[in-house]
Antibody, heavy 121, light 110 residues
Framework: QVQLVQSGAEVKKPGASVRISCKAS????????MHWVRQAPGQGLEWMGI????????NYAQRFQGRVTMTGDTSTSTVYMELSSLRSEDTAMYYC??????????????WGQGTLVTVSS | QSVLTQPPSASGTPGQRVTISCSGG????????VNWFQQLPGTAPKLLIY???QRPSGVPDRFSGSRSGTSASLAISGLQSEDEADFYC???????????FGTGTRVTVL
C-alpha cells in the first residue's frame, strides 16, 4: 500500500532553515510527482510547490520562491523540502502528498502524516 | 489567500443531506477537474472525490461531487456523526501553474 512517512517535528529560531523528509513506499516512486502543502494552526491548506523526483523538475508557489527548495533522491524514494529564512508565520504542519497526473497538471492523492514546524525565539 | 471560495461552515442532523459549494474561475475549475479532501480533526487530509465526481476505493457512496462551469459542489447524503470534519475543494490552476485549495468548510453534525 502507498505510504508516505515524514520526518519528526522541528523547533527552529527565526532566520534559520528547516529540512523535512518524506519517504515513499508502495508504488513506483519515479513516475509520480510529490506536492508539499502546509497548514498553519487553525487555518486552511496552502500549496507550496511540486517536484518530479526523477529529473528533479520543480514548480514553486510564487510566495515561496527564493525561500523553498525541493529535492528528491530516487535511490531512497525520498523527497526533501527545505524552507529558509524562517519566521513565526511559518509555524505550521507541513505535508507531502503523492501527485499523479490530473487535468492541468498534478493533483495530490495520498498524504504523509505531517511534520510540525514551530518557529520561535 | 485561497483562489477557490467555500462557505466557512455547514451543518445538518444525522440522516440529512448537506451540500458544500466551491466557486472558482476559468483558469482552475473552469478548465480542470476538481478534487475534494476530507480532514478529520488532528489528521492529514484524505482524498474524497477526484475528477469532479469519482470516489476512490473505500469512500462511501454517500459522498458525491459535481462541477458546472466555474463552480463545483460536494454533497453528503445520509449525514453521519463521523462526517464531522473540514472539507476542501481543489484544482490545478493554469494561470498560476500550481494547485489551489478552497477556503475550507467545517461540517458539523447537530
Amino acid at each position: 500500500q502507498v505510504q508516505l512517512v515524514q520526518s519528526g517535528a522541528e523547533v527552529k529560531k527565526p532566520g534559520a532553515s528547516v529540512r523535512i523528509s518524506c519517504k515513499a513506499s508502495g508504488y513506483t516512486f519515479s513516475i509520480y510527482y510529490m506536492h508539499w502543502v502546509r497548514q498553519a494552526p487553525g487555518q486552511g491548506l496552502e500549496w507550496m510547490g511540486i517536484i518530479k523526483p526523477s529529473g528533479g523538475s520543480t514548480n514553486y508557489a510564487q510566495r515561496f520562491q527564493g525561500r523553498v527548495t525541493m529535492t528528491g533522491d530516487t535511490s531512497t524514494s525520498t523527497v526533501y523540502m527545505e524552507l529558509s529564512s524562517l519566521r513565526s508565520e511559518d509555524t505550521a504542519m507541513y505535508y507531502c502528498a503523492r501527485g499523479p497526473y490530473c487535468s492541468g497538471g498534478s493533483c495530490p492523492d495520498y498524504w504523509g502524516q505531517g511534520t510540525l514546524v514551530t518557529v520561535s525565539s | 489567500q485561497s483562489v477557490l471560495t467555500q462557505p466557512p461552515s455547514a451543518s445538518g442532523t444525522p440522516g440529512q443531506r448537506v451540500t458544500i459549494s466551491c466557486s472558482g474561475g476559468g483558469s482552475n475549475i473552469g478548465s480542470n477537474t476538481v478534487n475534494w479532501f476530507q480532514q478529520l480533526p488532528g489528521t492529514a487530509p484524505k482524498l474524497l472525490i477526484y475528477s469532479n465526481n469519482q470516489r476512490p476505493s473505500g469512500v462511501p457512496d454517500r459522498f458525491s461531487g459535481s462541477r458546472s462551469g466555474t463552480s463545483a459542489s460536494l454533497a453528503i447524503s445520509g449525514l453521519q456523526s463521523e462526517d464531522e470534519a473540514d472539507f476542501y475543494c481543489a484544482a490545478w490552476d493554469d494561470s498560476l501553474s500550481g494547485y489551489v485549495f478552497g477556503t475550507g468548510t467545517r461540517v458539523t453534525v447537530l
